[in-house]
């Protein structure tokens, strides 16, 4: 028998080169999950993300399936599995795969899906955050998780400025893609809103869309800032909007601000 396993997965993704495994090395999330459920369950294992997190980026909702032959299954060889039917118990079985994996990849919530379920081909839409930190030094606690800003930045001009960008757009010129696929994308809301901890003002800017392409929500969100900053009008989105040059994006905005919050089917 075949089960198709959907897991929602939190990681922080500080120490690893992205989601997607890479032949040079197994310093990724994926490369990490496939390790570990394969010797898990005695077989090869693949596991499918719904989307490629780059390097540095974290994720508190990211949708993962994979899927295990129970024939191929050794108790003998796996003394974590004391009989076949705890591959249903998805209690039990979420809190032995999580001592095996690091401390900082975790499984939220582990369900049986349907056999064609796949999760990135049959994702609708994702939400993505990311977190700015208005402090003249970055918080202690939260500096891996957000770009600090220590100069005077206009967030009213950037949500007027992020208004252009909602709608269906051809995002090549926000994107650092070399795919030949299209480059068409629908962003669906843009919102902002602050957080007050420990007299550290956060503003965490939430983008919602049928999907992005690599680079794009840093890319939007270093436009952005460039606005806030004064160093540029809003004219400039359209500019990128209509001649897709990459190169008049003023900056990349930092990886570890970026966290992946959820995706919709």
């Not at 994979?66 to 299954?73: A, D, E, M, P, S």
């Not at 994107?175 to 420990?198: A, G, M, P």
Request: charged fraction near 25%.
């Amino acid at each position: 028998m075949i089960i198709n396993y959907k897991m929602i997965l939190e990681y922080d993704g500080t120490k690893y080169n992205g989601w997607q495994k890479q032949g040079n090395t197994d310093n990724t999330i994926q490369g990490k999950l496939e390790n570990t459920l394969s010797r898990f369950f005695g077989q090869p294992v693949e596991v499918n993300g719904s989307g490629r997190t780059d390097a540095g980026v974290h994720a508190r909702g990211q949708v993962a399936n994979f899927k295990v032959n129970t024939k191929l299954i050794s108790l003998d060889s796996n003394p974590s599995l004391q009989a076949v039917e705890e591959l249903k118990n998805m209690n039990i079985l979420t809190f032995t795969l999580n001592n095996f994996f690091p401390e900082d990849i975790r499984i939220l919530q582990l369900s049986i899906a349907e056999e064609r379920f796949h999760a990135r081909l049959n994702a609708k839409r994702k939400t993505y955050r990311y977190t700015l930190c208005l402090s003249q030094k970055e918080p202690v606690f939260f500096r891996k998780y957000c770009m600090p800003i220590n100069k005077t930045l206009n967030i009213d001009t950037m949500k007027n400025a992020s208004k252009k960008l909602i709608g269906t757009h051809n995002l090549l010129g926000f994107s650092d893609t070399k795919t030949k696929k299209s480059t068409i994308r629908t962003i669906e809301k843009i919102e902002f809103t602050q957080e007050l901890i420990n007299n550290d003002k956060f503003i965490h800017i939430d983008f919602v869309g049928d999907g992005f392409l690599y680079h794009t929500i840093r890319l939007i969100v270093g436009t952005l800032l460039s606005i806030g900053f004064g160093e540029n009008n809003e004219s400039i989105i359209d500019q990128i909007l209509t001649t897709h040059n990459r190169k008049q994006v003023p900056f990349l905005a930092p990886a570890k601000g970026l966290t992946l919050m959820k995706v919709d089917y």
